[in-house]
């Protein structure tokens, strides 16, 4: 039971356009909310993260939706630099408790 | 701050013998230390959550005999994979959080690869 899924296991953007990343979750009871960016044979780096009391949350060239009725959030990068192409994953997580990770979305910024 | 190191970054092992991954908290006190596997091309896997000073939460499928954790401080976990075969070789991440804190910090991961 895939509770976070990412749809996209891929995405091409072109340099200095807007990225943006889709993930849906089924477990209300998810609270935190997080990205992550992986780079090949590395781990993943924590990127920008969101409470379920918040629709929005905006970190420099990244921003998180929330949008708790759809059970969906996003991640936009703007505007996408080289540097960004990675495989970003989304996590969710019920209080302080483990993370469920997304299946992850592979990034590739077209120079 | 919030550095995780993980040692070593690939390893190498012949069928059959045992092989010990570090992960450490080097500038927090971790209270929880998670390990996860990832196939290519696949999410985080989450194997088993270990909190200080007690026994580790596996997953369901996850052999407890075979992979063993230790978290005998607030900075280090260990992995240990036991009687390792080929279909053990896979890519191993450790992450490290601070009591209360849903964020977790990532090690560099380790490449496992058993011959």
């Known amino acids: 039971d895939q509770q976070v899924k990412q749809n996209s296991p891929s995405l091409s953007v072109q340099e200095g356009r807007i990225s943006i990343l889709n993930c849906d979750y089924t477990?209300?009871?998810?609270?935190?909310f997080l990205w992550y960016k992986k780079y090949p044979a590395e781990g993943p780096t924590f990127l920008i993260s969101?409470?379920?009391?918040?629709d929005k949350n905006e970190d420099g060239r990244f921003t998180v939706f929330l949008n708790k009725s759809a059970k969906h959030l996003s991640l936009h990068i703007v505007p996408s630099q080289p540097g960004d192409s990675a495989v970003y994953f989304c996590?969710?997580?019920?209080?302080?408790?483990?993370?469920?990770f997304g299946t992850g979305t592979r990034l590739t910024i077209i120079p | 701050g919030a550095v995780v190191s993980q040692h070593p970054s690939w390893v190498i092992c012949k069928s059959g013998t045992s092989v010990k991954i570090e992960c450490r908290s080097l500038?927090?006190?971790?209270?929880?230390m998670f390990w996860y596997r990832q196939f290519p091309k696949q999410s985080l896997m989450l194997m088993a959550t270990?909190?200080?000073?007690?026994?580790?939460?596996?997953e369901q499928g996850v052999e407890k005999d075979k992979f063993l954790i230790n978290h005998a401080s607030l900075t280090l976990s260990t992995l240990t994979v036991t009687s390792a075969h080929p279909e053990d070789s896979s890519f191993y991440i450790c992450?490290?959080?601070?009591?209360?804190?849903?964020?977790?910090?990532f090690g560099q991961g380790t490449r496992l690869t058993v011959v």
């Open positions: 992450s490290a959080r601070r009591f209360g804190v849903t964020e977790a910090f």
């Open positions: 996590a969710a997580a019920k209080e302080v408790e483990k993370l469920t």
């Open positions: 500038d927090f006190q971790a209270t929880t």
């Open positions: 969101i409470s379920s009391i918040k």
């Open positions: 477990n209300s009871m998810f609270d935190y």
């Open positions: 270990s909190n200080e000073g007690s026994k580790a939460t596996y």
